[in-house]
């Protein structure tokens, strides 16, 4: 879904870009799919790899019971 909308806002752009250079809509289409694009990337590529992302996450603990595990 982030990279079809990133190529359909860089699609956007260009046709933007291509209607009136002087207008400011396609510089905001080009950042728009650019940052579409890098967080889908980021997002994306640990899940094809198989890999699970902590560093978003706070870690999980459960501060009533560990106490009761004798940890």
């Known amino acids: ?3 079809s909308l990133s190529v359909l806002s860089a699609a956007i752009g260009v046709a933007q870009f291509l ?3 002087v207008a400011l809509q396609w510089i905001f289409a080009f ?3 650019a ?3 890098i967080m889908t990337v980021v997002v ?3 899940a094809w790899q198989g890999r699970e992302v902590t560093w978003w996450r706070a870690r999980e603990t459960d501060a009533e019971r560990a106490p009761l595990l004798n940890e």
Request: glycine letters at 6%.
């Open 1 to 3: 879904m982030g990279f």
């Open 44 to 46: 994306a590529v640990p």
């Open 31 to 33: 950042v728009t799919m």
């Open 35 to 37: 940052v579409l694009f």
């Open 19 to 21: 209607d009136r250079i």
